[in-house]
């Protein structure tokens, strides 16, 4: 499992944040079970209802903090419970490394009762800076992300929600340091960005670097320093299954 490789330290960096978290437990509204697939260490688990945890990798279910809900060794693919077995299934910035995301949706549409509810990214979205210092990323991500036609092609009518990034946000996926640019050169940051972690090339780095310490960063980008948030393309997609 790729996890099981780059998911060190995802405690640390990953911590939930709570206005995404405010967001993602209002998707899911009065659901009183929820399987949280692709659950990595538990971030973005509501405390106030039954929920279980999906996740195939075992150096993740590791992480997990001692009383976090139970997991499950599972993929999304073939979820190990019964028919509407839970009222929501949750999916949180995974959809991208499942090996079949079709046949994932699916899975969750079977197992859940009420709702599907994904926090997930939109390819048709023009992403944001670091896309110029690392556009392989960009195009890599964008073949991996389904579109909201494709989500909508399994799951039928959705609501999909902007998810408007703020300048501090504790939870370091690949958008969340838009306004702390230097983030991106900690080796530690780049470990819990799955894109970054197997593909930042030293000369992509070197040249942010660069930037930043010359100000070119500063001259070209400098706008987004005034911003208190940002909608980078991260979207709620809240699917009904009743």
Avoid at 82 to 111: K, Q, Y
Avoid at 131 to 142: A, K, M, N, S, V
């Amino acid at each position: 499992m790729k996890y099981d490789r780059i998911g060190a330290g995802y405690v640390q960096q990953r911590r939930p944040d709570p206005r995404l978290a405010a967001m993602i437990w209002d998707a899911l509204g009065d659901a009183d079970s929820v399987l949280n697939v692709g659950a990595g260490a538990g971030s973005y688990e509501p405390h106030d209802r039954r929920v279980v945890a999906a996740e195939p990798a075992i150096g993740m279910i590791r992480q997990r903090a001692e009383g976090a809900a139970p997991a499950v060794r599972a993929c999304a693919e073939a979820l190990p419970f019964p028919d509407a077995s839970f009222a929501a299934a949750l999916a949180v910035l995974t959809i991208h490394h499942w090996s079949d995301w079709r046949a994932g949706l699916r899975e969750l549409v079977r197992v859940s009762h009420r709702k599907v509810v994904l926090f997930t990214w939109d390819p048709q979205s023009d992403g944001f800076w670091l896309c110029d210092y690392f556009p392989r990323l960009l195009e890599t991500d964008r073949r991996r992300f389904p579109t909201l036609t494709a989500l909508r092609a399994v799951l039928g009518e959705i609501q999909a929600i902007p998810v408007p990034i703020p300048h501090d946000c504790s939870d370091g996926f690949m958008g969340a340091y838009w306004r702390r640019p230097s983030a991106y050169l900690d080796p530690e940051v780049r470990a819990a960005i799955s894109s970054l972690a197997t593909g930042a090339s030293d000369v992509s780095l070197a040249r942010l670097a660069d930037d930043l310490r010359t100000c070119a960063w500063e001259r070209k980008y400098g706008q987004v320093l005034d911003q208190d948030e940002v909608d980078l393309g991260y979207r709620l997609v809240v699917a009904a299954t009743d």
